[in-house]
């Protein structure tokens, strides 16, 4: 990943990081300062000031993770409660689409490390050259390695562009699908089947009139809500919006397999004891199975929708993270552009890289927790 | 080691002769609200938290007078209705939000630990200055968005926001617990600052076994802040999206599961207990060496108790849910735990006893505290064991008995230590005493109202009597007549207090730098401090080795002896010198 | 409602704990005392020595020096952590001892039903009968199989040292045997220990308690039959109809209508049932847009919106000044819909509804009523009087031939 200030040759040798002060013949830097410009004042050597800034993030970093852990936990306690819920509903996910955003994101981080490298390398010329026999080159292009840091940079964000444009893509589905978390779940389609499109749903009722039979608690906490914006467009839909499925005859594309535990169908809610919701939605859960490659595996699980929940919020909290990196690496950019780092001082870059990184990381953990479920179940 | 020089040395002389403090180096609103200084982050945290203090005491009253009387004497209702009621709910959900969020988590760490850390450490300042000012903004924005939640519906579901009531309550708890979502950032922000200063900011010569025990202390609260904290803030998302996008977490209706919100709540907020009483045992442990004249006993232990207590604080958290409907198992394995967290807080107590064995103990206000927070924490700590405790716990659970319980620890702890700190720093923070006979007072009427306050709930609570209740059976209500008299008395004590620190600002005496005597880094620059704290980064002894202070008359206040320190041996007591050397 | 009498009428009450009647109250009772003792103990060596050395140690002038520069003892240190971690791992295992009794019910428990809402609790017996107090038989097991239908409540009765929470959609359990009889009712008291709801559950948490009644074998056995009918009552050895007006005040207080609805006309959470029949109403209905209800409209078309309202609160809602407020909570609906006791005890409730605060209502009768008796009461049955009539003209000549 980063290499380590100890390596960039115009470094100055390192303080012992307790604050005895460094002969100032040392410094490098063109200033003639006693103090760079870069070093904060309550700071005594750039190498302390260095090595808190490194310690900092990876504090910060600790948190982050601690943030999402407490989703992962929820996934953790729901999955293994529901895993028929898990492998029914991952197959609504384009793991195509996941794959190739984390190609992407990976990507993404290889830039961003060398980014850091070629700050780190300031205005050291970056060449690539031909042999051209006889120990002579032949220069096919030249540029400073600041500018290089930059290119870099740039893709980075690219490509943190194109994730969360595949993102939108994916989240564009889900909202004409109504695959979308707790009471809104109201599929238009099965796994593998081509959606309906949205229109064809019945008109959604009235504002103001919930349906019969949500309880009146619930339609009482939305209504105090949302008291102004009671033109919400996705008030729920009476029971008759959901197209009557038919008969056991529906058919998966080929090949497609929608697998079913041996765990027999969890009642509603985590310990099994039923809910007004799923009175609510008692029709589309009149026993349907779903025909696989002709085989009758068994019908749709009720608690889909959690699956929806936790994917969202698990990749929404990431994807405001991807956001917020984004930015961070532009603001760098900037910074970069304006030549404010070279050998001694290029932690910004470093940090933000540690930053990245991270993100990174989550989101490699979460693409095989949601997208490749798989077969086992 | 710096000598005091002879022209600070005038006592009763007006501020300025503390040449270029930090509070005359720069001028205008802008200079503060812009500060970069962690001296004044911290007087601006110290305002902050006083003031939401006060806020959540007056709502303490408010709920205290309502339970003078069984029906409730100011929300009341004749016929079944229960309507009323909801008024108190929210007036003791703002007073347990307010307290806990904040004035007890950022109170010690940043009002107190702002100011004092880095000149006790040795450092100019904080390792992200910067960062410091930002989180106090988050803090100020938090309680802004907590204040703009009362206005648009108080919460009425109990600062502990248990799903589902939180998720149908008609009041605005998605405010609310965003608040809370910004607030645990500025606490995750000042830990990071914290643990960053004291690993990467110590002078030479102070290694991790020579720093003072209010490090140690600071320090431990911050890895529980920067580890916990960012649970509560995932919970506080989770528990908004449920509310608007009804996502199903914790809602049975959606399959969701209320219990879990009750681990992921507790699982910060009992680490969060910790992040409050710890600071204030740092507290404690600088100010008892101080007014008992010795070295504090058994350093090494108190150090490395905090640490204990850091890292088993973060494996206890079930035990505020033994019958909350987790399993028998998990339930047995939370009680043992906890009973092994109490070890650590007791090994501070006996040191600090022992500190002041055989020690000079002069009774001084912050000592007063001091004193007080023993009692009050001891009883405090010896209520958890029986709360610990299964067949017992099943019995007191969510009975007034754990209020009184978490009272003691909470404000006879924290509070009271906060106090005790506030009244020993205070005269570097401001450069000014303040009268002794009447801060003393304080800690008197505070302390007799805390007994008489909380000490009948321990029984009414054993009795049967619930939490949370706004109405009661009449054959309580002696004890609650008794508590309410002591929240009365409670609130003279803190104007009493309130009055002996203001008046020092407008006539208090000129404090020397070290009017205490005692041998941390702080009392060796003047008070109040200069701009960048040192001008040279200090070289340091032992914090706690009073062996070279000696009083001053002429300054009034203990000045460094190098004479003294030749002639002195461990083995001889300190010869008694007349009044006036 | 007086706790304190009851405490004093019978055993082992102390200054902390309530009277202990069931049998997990002795290991809770053993317990509490151990860990009293020895906690007060250290509380008093903690506090001793500390006022201690505050005395003998105070410094008479300001270079005053401590007198012992020791800041080590290892012996010491060893042995103040030591026994303390012994003595609490002591305590734990006391509690862990008491606590595994709470998870072992015996086999032959009696169940009972428990259903906590906002803000009452409703026990259902196994013999069908229903109340909102519980009744137990003194030396018998029984097992409360509890769950809430709305939010987190709690059941705990502190004289039998026993609580768990109630969880919406899921059962949690408790257990316990009664070993001594409850105070009897009076006629200011209702008699029995108390039973609070200590989880904070909304507006009515401080109002939700009900009462255990513990009784003999034969006062229990009575009391289910009676319970498992309200319908009728016993006068004596007779049994007779209690009439719907009656049943319906009970069910009031009973099914926990009275936490929302006054009879007084005190506003609160629903509307008062003060001349609640037969008021103009303006309506924003679900099933029916042109619904309308009036003052003048029939007792048919009034009798079946009050049905509805009870059963299906969201159908038709009120609406006032531009606001449609929602319906009930659905919880008392289920109860009181599906089986024919619940559609009587529903028509009991609109028959007390109708009878509040309106003049000129005339309560049905009850079937088993001498009223029905047409000679008894002839007034009250004109074909009778009218064939009386009848037959005395047919069989009176006409005046005047």
Known sequence: MTT??????????????????????????????????????????PQQQFDSGKLGVWLFLTTEILLFSGLFCAYAVYRARHPEVFSFAHHYLNKWLGALNTIVLIFSSFTMAWAVRASQLGEKPFLIALPKGKGQYQQLFRCSHRQLCMFLLSITIVC???FMCVKYLEYKNKWQENLLPGELFRPTELPGETARPRDEAKPLAKEGAPPEGLTAGVAATRAASQPAAAATPVALAPEASIPAVGPATRQAPE?????QSQIPRAAIGPAGVSSDWEKAHASRFEEQSVVVTKEQVGPEPYNTHIFFGIYFLMTGLHGIHVLAGMALIGWVLVRTRRGDFGPDYFSPVDFVGLYWHIVDLVWIFLFPLLYLIGNSG | MTTITPDLARAGGPLEYAHDNYLTHSHGVRSWLLTLDHKRIGIMYLVAVLSAFFVGGLFAEIVRTQLLIPTGALFTSASADASPYKVYNQMFTLHGAIMIFLVLIPGIPAALGNFVLPIMLGAKDVAFPRLNL????????????????????????????????????????????FGVFILGFSSILTGMNFIVTIHKLRPPGMTWF?????????????????LATPVIGITALLLMMERILHVGIFNPKFGGDPVLFQHFFWFYSHPA??????????????????????????????????????VIGFLVWGHHMFPNGQSTMLATIFSFLTMTVAIPSAIKVWNWLATMYKGSIDLATPMCYALAFIFLFAIGGLTGVFLGTLSVDVHLHDTYFVVAHFHYVMFGGTLIGFLSGLFYWWPKITGKLYNETLGRLSCVLIFVGFNTTFLPQFVMGSQGMPRRYATYWPEFQPYHVMSTIGAYIQFIGFAVAAVALLHSLFKGKTSPANPWGSATLEWSCTSPPPHDNFKTTPTVGDPY????????????????????????????????QPKGH | MNLLSHILAGTDPTFFLPKGASNLAGDVDSAWNIILVVTTIFFFIVVGAMTFFVIKYRRRAPNDGATSEVTHNTPLEIAWTAIPLALVIMFFFVGFKGFLKYDNPPPNCRHVEVIGQQWKFTFNYPNGATDSDLYVEEGQPVQLDMHSVDVLHALYLPTFRTQRNLIPYRQTEIWFIPTELSPAPTQSDPGGWPIFCTQHCGNG???????VHVLAKADYDQKMKELANPFKKKNGDKSSWVPYVQLGEKLYSQMGCNTCHSLDGKAGTGPTWKGLYKRDHDFSSLDDPNYTLKASDNDAKWEAYLSQSITSPDAKLVRLNGINYHGMPSSYGSTLGGSPENIEKQRALIEFIKSNGNTGYKPPIPFDSELYDADKHPEFHPESLAAQKAKEAATTPPAGQ
Do not use: C
Request: cysteine-free.
């Open chain 1, 4 to 45: 380590t200030a100890h390596s960039a040759p115009s470094h100055p040798p390192e303080g012992d990081g307790h604050g005895h002060p460094v002969p100032a013949t040392d410094h490098a830097d063109a200033h003639g300062h006693e103090h760079p410009k870069f070093l904060a004042h309550h700071f005594d050597t």
């Open chain 1, 160 to 162: 943190g562009g194109v």
């Open chain 1, 255 to 259: 090949g497609f397999l929608v697998e």
């Open chain 2, 134 to 177: 930002f989180s106090f903004y988050l803090y100020l924005s938090g309680a802004a968005i907590a204040v703009i939640s009362i206005a648009l519906g108080a919460v009425d579901t109990g600062w502990t926001f248990y799903t589902p009531y939180s998720i149908e309550s008609q009041t605005a708890v998605s405010w609310m617990v």
């Open chain 2, 210 to 226: 020579r720093m003072p025990l209010f490090l140690w202390a600071i320090y431990a609260t911050a890895i529980i802040q920067v």
């Open chain 2, 273 to 310: 207990v910790y992040i409050m009483i710890l600071p204030a045992m740092g507290v404690m442990s600088e100010v008892i060496s101080t007014f008992s004249r010795k070295h504090i006993f058994g350093y090494k232990f108190i150090a490395l108790s905090s640490i204990a207590i850091a």
């Open chain 2, 545 to 576: 080795d009073h062996s070279n202070l000696v009083w001053d008359d002429k300054v009034q206040g203990y000045v460094r002896n190098n004479r003294l320190a030749e002639s002195y041996t461990t083995k001889t007591a300190i010869p008694r």
């Open chain 3, 205 to 211: 948490h401080s109002r939700m308690f009900a009462h």
